[in-house]
């Protein structure tokens, strides 16, 4: 039997993700947990999802938001582009600041949530999410350690 090794990222297909980075007025960042059954279960995060097919990151990230917190948002245009390599998946991650959105926040896939103010105390933060997280620091001029968010 032949030992199945992982295909090197450029011969592995993207996942094209549309993530929220929603901000409060007073600053804080809105964060959920993944949820029981997902990989990294229990791994903090911003909300989205995968883009369907024809979808653009907008449309993607309106309909994710939706389904997943229950709030339909305003305006999203792509901030940054980053992309990460996890074992399960390469995924291109297609960063928006939302700042306005309505309707109330409902976890509808029994994952938690929380906002969080500087510096963010939640663990363990999924790896996708901390060159975001250090940009936001640089923004405000703090220090950011971003090993201090991997375990939990």
Known sequence: MREQRPQPPEMRPYTEVAVGILIRGDGALLLTSRPEG?????????????????ESVEQALRRELQEEIGIT??????????????PHALVRLHWCRVTEWSGAFEMREAQ????????????????GALPVLEWLAQER????????????
């Open 112 to 127: 938690q949530m929380c906002w969080q103010h500087w510096p963010v105390t939640v663990r363990p933060v999924l790896p």
């Open 38 to 54: 997902k990989v990294y279960a229990g791994y903090w995060e911003f909300p989205g999802g995968k883009l369907e097919a024809g």
């Open 73 to 86: 948002i305003g305006p999203a245009q792509v901030w940054k582009v980053t992309e990460h390599d996890y």
């Open 141 to 152: 001029g703090l220090a950011f350690d971003p090993e201090i968010l991997r375990n939990k």
